[in-house]
Each structure stands twice: as structure tokens, then as C-alpha cells.
């Protein structure tokens, strides 16, 4: 080998491990979040540069109800991170993560017949108000524990007997149901009513959902229009299928307000939410509010799940979006109460929490088979169910009128709330109980 040969290959060599020593310029997902009162022009000039600096790169992007732009996603490396930063529209810049769904929990009780009695009660139960067209019996499949706890009405001893609602059970109004995971719309609880309707808007790219997801998004829809395990049965259903991740929440409630504004459901729809944010940034706290305001003052309520991060002998309450800003709009949150009526251990609680339903060992649709039902516990369960309340309200001849419009979603969550009620009187273990209202004229002659 000549001298020359050997110092090229030498200097090769050394160039080769100076390149391993320097740092990799590996991208990341990001989410980019302008400023509260960025004006159209200084963020569509913004969304101009982010374009030029990143190249082929995908950008996302949500625009607020004016079309202004205010966050976006893409792919950075650390170089173009810094850039991004610099911008004076730009809030913050921040990994776009990824929301685990809650872990299914325990539930307190062993025994999936127990039913407690309800005394003491100032008055006997109720008979069957005269406008009740409907009732559920329970079966070997289904004994409906808590759809009969959401219909038993206030003084009565015992759990109603069967599931009771009137006309039109939901009919007319629309539920956008946000999870993740494909549903099993083959399913025969998912059977659709005469003239109800099922479809599905799909935010999920990446379409990698496992089957703990596809088990938990198919078990809480059918909680609100299940043939026989759903409390709105007569409800139309559209399934927003989001990724789990940040931006997925944010892209999910942005999809809910537009596909309601575009086939002009004001007042006629219902958002309910199984899945949940735990808030890392003043800016996402400001997205999902400002995003549950603005689907409110389209009169539509949103109902979501207090979280299942309860601890054992503790009190937890609620630390995820979107039931963090429950004291700022008129957010419906829902705990969970075991078969025993008592507040389930795991479910979160506080004065964040609207009301509560059972969420222990509920039946519900099975992912895998279409004719068969599972058993499921969590919070996840009891949001669909008091949705299902929320439709069926807003569709009743004579519940509706209580909706006025303008302030149909507060008016819905206060109607809610003051008309939850402890089923078994005592201390504060026993949380106060959705109530579909059924037999209401009975219950107040009383």
C-alpha cells in the first residue's frame, strides 16, 4: 500500500468513528401549539414556514370554529425543534404521547346477583306511569343490574324490576361516542332501530389497534344504544374511532363539533367520551376546554368518565382532561358505583364528578362474537350509559322542554346532576345515581 493510499484510508477511518460520535439528528412527533389570540395571518404565515422547514414531512393541523389554526403535528429534529420554538405565534412545542387506556379494575363485588335493598324509603315504589311503553326484562344473558338501578325512581325499596323508558327512547337524537379501537358494528346489540343509524369516522392513521382496544371501544358504545344492554336504544350512533394519543383527543372533538355543524345537529346530538388525557401542558388544558366549549354552545352536552385511578381506603379525584375542566363548562362527568350501590373503589371522584352509575361487572356487546355478551368494570362504562340519559331526555315529549336553547348542555347537566339521587340512603359511600327520569310524575305526587 503507497503512503498516499494509507493516509486517505486513514483519514476515511477516522471520519467514519467521528460520525458515530456525533449526536443523531432523529425525528419525533410533535404537537405545535400557537398562542391564545394568534390572528389567521400570523398563524397561516407560521403554518407557510413550518412547511418550508420540515419539507416532506406530514403536517396536521386543527383550526378553532373560525378557521384560525391553532395547533399542528408533525415530525421535528432537533435543529428544526429549536426553529419552531423561536416563532413568535408558537406557545409550546411538545411530544405528542400516547394515552393508555385505563386498566381494567377489580370489581368489589364477587357476587354478579347480589341486590341490595334500597330502604329505608319514605314511600313504596311507584306503579308504572301511564305514558311507560316500554320495559326490559332481565334474561339468563343480561339480568340488566345497572340499566334497572338508572330507572329505579326515588322511595322505592327495592331495585325496579325490569329496565323501564318511554317513546321515543332516543330517537332523532345523534351520539358521537369518542374511543379507541374498531367496534364490532356487526354485532347484533348494535342492531339498529327502525330509521337509527350507525356509522364511523375514522381519525385512527395508523390503524394498529390491539384487542384490549377493540374489546374496550365495542363494550362501551353498546352501553349507549345496545339492543339490550344500551340505555338510548332508538339514538342514532356515530363512532369517532381516534388514535390514542394527544392529538387524537384534540383531533377527535374537533371532528365531533364539525360533522355536527355540518349536518346541522344543534340540539340534537350528545358527545361521549371513554377515554382520557392526563394534562401535561397549560395548552392542552386550554384545547380541550376551549373545544368542549365550543360543542356546548352548539347545544350539545358532553359527557365523559371521572377515571379509574382510585386508590383502596383513598380519596382520588379527578386529574385528566376533559373532566379537569368540568368547573369551567358544562362537562357531564360520571363515577362508578359497584353492584352494592356504594362508590367503586377504583372510580375517581370530587366535586368535578356530575353523577354516577354502576360500572361493576356490567354486561355488555363482545368484541370477538356477535352474538355474545361479556362482562366489563370501569368508568369507561358509565359515561356511555348517562349519554344514553342525555339523548333519551332531549328526545322525550316532555322532558325536552326542560332544554332551552342556547343552554341546552348546561341545562342538561344540571338536570342530571340534580336529579341523581343516593339509592340506598346513608353516608356519603353511597354517590348519587343517574335517573332516566322514568315515572317522574308518580315520584313527585308522592
Known amino acids: 500500500m503507497t503512503p498516499i493510499r494509507f493516509v486517505a484510508l486513514f483519514i476515511a477511518l477516522v471520519s467514519l468513528c467521528y460520525a458515530h460520535l456525533l449526536p443523531r439528528q432523529d ?24 412547511r418550508a ?20 403535528r408533525t ?39 347480589a341486590e341490595p335493598e334500597l330502604g329505608p324509603a319514605p314511600f313504596e315504589a311507584a306503579t308504572v306511569a301511564k305514558r311507560a311503553s316500554y320495559e326490559q326484562t332481565p334474561t339468563w344473558r343480561n339480568k340488566l343490574y345497572d340499566l334497572r338501578v338508572l330507572s329505579t325512581p326515588p322511595g322505592t325499596k327495592r331495585t325496579s324490576p325490569n329496565f323501564y323508558y318511554e317513546d321515543p327512547a332516543g330517537e332523532g337524537i345523534t351520539i358521537y361516542h369518542i374511543d379507541g379501537g374498531l367496534v364490532n358494528l356487526a354485532h347484533d346489540e348494535f342492531t339498529a332501530a327502525s330509521g337509527a343509524t350507525r356509522r364511523i369516522i375514522d381519525l385512527d392513521e395508523s390503524k394498529e389497534n390491539t384487542a384490549f382496544e377493540s374489546k374496550h371501544a365495542t363494550c362501551s358504545a353498546s352501553k ?7 340505555t338510548a336504544k332508538r339514538s342514532n350512533l356515530v363512532l369517532i374511532r381516534t388514535e390514542l394519543t394527544n392529538w387524537g383527543l384534540f383531533a377527535s372533538l374537533r371532528a365531533a363539533a364539525a360533522d355536527i355543524s355540518k349536518n346541522k345537529l344543534q340540539g340534537k346530538a350528545v358527545v361521549s367520551m371513554s377515554i382520557s388525557l392526563q394534562v401535561w401542558r397549560w395548552d392542552e388544558f386550554n384545547e380541550v376546554r376551549d373545544q368542549i366549549k365550543e360543542i356546548s354552545n352548539l347545544d350539545v352536552p358532553v359527557v365523559c368518565a371521572a377515571g379509574n385511578s382510585g386508590k383502596k381506603g383513598k380519596v382520588v379525584t379527578v386529574d ?14 360520571v363515577g362508578s358505583a359497584s353492584r352494592s350501590l ?19 361487572r356490567v354486561k355488555c356487546a363482545d368484541y370477538k362474537k356477535a352474538t355474545r355478551l ?11 350509559q348517562v349519554a344514553g340519559i342525555a339523548a333519551y331526555l332531549m328526545s322525550h315529549p316532555v322532558h325536552k322542554r326542560r332544554f332551552r336553547k342556547g343552554t341546552v348542555a348546561e341545562d342538561m347537566r344540571d338536570v342530571i346532576r340534580d336529579s341523581s339521587f343516593q339509592r340506598v340512603q346513608g353516608n356519603d359511600k353511597y354517590p348519587p345515581i343517574a335517573w332516566n327520569l322514568w315515572n317522574h310524575e308518580e315520584a313527585q305526587t308522592k
Open 374 to 384: 361479556r362482562t366489563d368494570s370501569g368508568t369507561s362504562f358509565t359515561a356511555p
Open 320 to 333: 385528566s382532561l376533559p373532566a379537569l375542566v368540568s368547573d369551567m363548562v358544562p362537562l357531564i362527568v
Open 342 to 360: 356504594k362508590k367503586s373503589w377504583f372510580s375517581q371522584q370530587g366535586n368535578r364528578v356530575t353523577t354516577w352509575a354502576v360500572g361493576e
Open 224 to 230: 349507549i344504544v345496545g339492543r339490550t344492554t344500551g
Open 75 to 113: 415530525q421535528l429534529k432537533p435543529d428544526q425543534l429549536d426553529k419552531v420554538k423561536a416563532y413568535r405565534a408558537i406557545s409550546s412545542v411538545a411530544p405528542n404521547k400516547r394515552i393508555p387506556l385505563d386498566s381494567i379494575p377489580d370489581a368489589e363485588d364477587t357476587d354478579p346477583d
Open 53 to 72: 422547514l420540515v419539507g416532506e414531512a406530514e403536517i396536521n393541523s386543527i383550526s378553532d370554529e373560525d378557521g384560525v389554526p391553532v395547533m399542528w
Open 27 to 50: 425525528s419525533a412527533e410533535y404537537i405545535i401549539s400557537a398562542k391564545q389570540g394568534t390572528t389567521k395571518a400570523d398563524a397561516d404565515s407560521f403554518e407557510n414556514a413550518l
